[in-house]
């Protein structure tokens, strides 16, 4: 344990996670950008990546935001058709050819599925999984409306791919993960996608696709020291040591409170005062960044169904330890 908290809190945050969190496998919080609470569980240590679910979704987000603010997309509401002029539209296309990047981003761009029944598992056996999406995209519904949509986010890193050259796992350590101290993530390609090598216990690097796009919506492996970091560029507002990462404007954008909860791939609240930003994944696998207290709050999970949500940790326990070291 690497605790900066009092000494009874260590212990207490310690009891809590073990009797009601018990798949918490790494915990960092972090304020003003040093680590003031850090511990591992269950044989994990802090050189352990892990798979870190849809918390994939929100590096994606700045991904697209460090391509527009480089001139390799011209902007969020560039049309997502314009990166895919191989694919043609059938006669009941819909709404598809006005469907936006901003519209991916916000999960408002609607899709032939059920809200949250979304056939994943489809696509993942699929030889084309851009086609499947893009063939979903824009039915059984209105743009504007929320519909959360990993098939969605899985366009965007091909539109990545599209657009830099680049697959966003190499875009990534290249423009964000390198220049602010994270790890740089491994080619380890997925040549056999069974669950296990695209969900399960042998996930390593960032997983790809039948078509080398790093998945956009899980799929990669990153340590909570890192995911720390990534949470502390947000806070940042998009610079690192004096250096610009992502715009601010961007980082404002995408962390904006709204009508969904939703920004650009994070999720947003506030509760009795307190406003926070968090990329959240299955399992309970989170980087909360809570502003007013110059806070983030990472933690990778094992996969388990129904895990409790994370945020009463962060607000119950959390929040209150680093109010009592103000």
């Known amino acids: 344990m690497n605790g900066k908290f009092e000494a009874d809190t260590d212990s207490a945050l310690d009891s809590v996670i073990k009797s009601d969190y018990s ?3 790494g915990i960092v919080v972090s304020r003003n950008g040093s680590i003031v609470y850090e511990d591992y569980y269950n044989g994990f240590g802090p050189e352990d990546a892990q798979h870190v679910a849809s918390v994939t979704k ?25 990166f895919f ?39 993942c056996m699929k030889p084309d999984w851009i086609q499947y999406a893009l063939d979903l995209m824009g039915h059984n519904g209105t743009i504007g409306t929320f519909k959360y949509s990993t098939a969605g986010a ?45 969900f399960g216990s042998e996930v390593k690097g960032w997983v790809n696709d039948p078509h080398n796009y790093s998945t956009g919506g899980w799929g990669l492996t990153l340590t909570p020291r890192d995911m720390s970091l990534f949470g502390q560029l947000y806070l940042n507002r998009g610079e690192w040591e004096g ?10 954008e995408s962390t904006a409170m709204n009508a969904n909860q939703y920004g650009y791939l994070w999720w947003v609240r506030e509760e009795n005062g307190i406003f926070a ?20 709050v990472a933690i990778a999970s094992a996969f388990l169904l129904h895990t409790p949500d994370r945020w009463p940790l962060i607000r119950d326990w959390i929040i209150p330890a680093v109010n009592d070291k103000l």
């Open 23 to 25: 798949n918490i496998n």
């Open 58 to 82: 929100s590096i994606v987000s700045a991904l697209i935001g460090i391509a527009i603010d480089e001139k390799y997309i011209e902007s969020a509401d560039t049309k997502v058709l314009d």
């Open 85 to 123: 002029p191989e694919y043609v539209p059938n006669a009941n296309a819909g709404v598809k050819p006005d469907i936006t990047i901003r519209h991916l981003l916000t999960m408002t761009a609607p899709y032939a599925f059920e809200d949250w029944r979304e056939p994943l598992d489809q696509m």
């Open 154 to 198: 899985h366009v965007l890193s091909a539109i990545i791919t599209r657009a830099t050259g680049k697959s966003a796992r190499e875009f990534a350590n290249e423009r964000l993960f390198k220049p602010i101290g994270m790890r740089e993530i491994p080619d380890d390609p997925v040549t056999s996608f069974g669950f296990d090598q695209l």
């Open 243 to 252: 250096q610009p990462i992502i715009s601010k404007s961007w980082i404002e």
């Open 277 to 296: 930003y968090s990329a959240v994944g299955d399992g309970g696998n989170i980087i909360c960044c809570v502003p007013e207290k110059g806070l983030v």
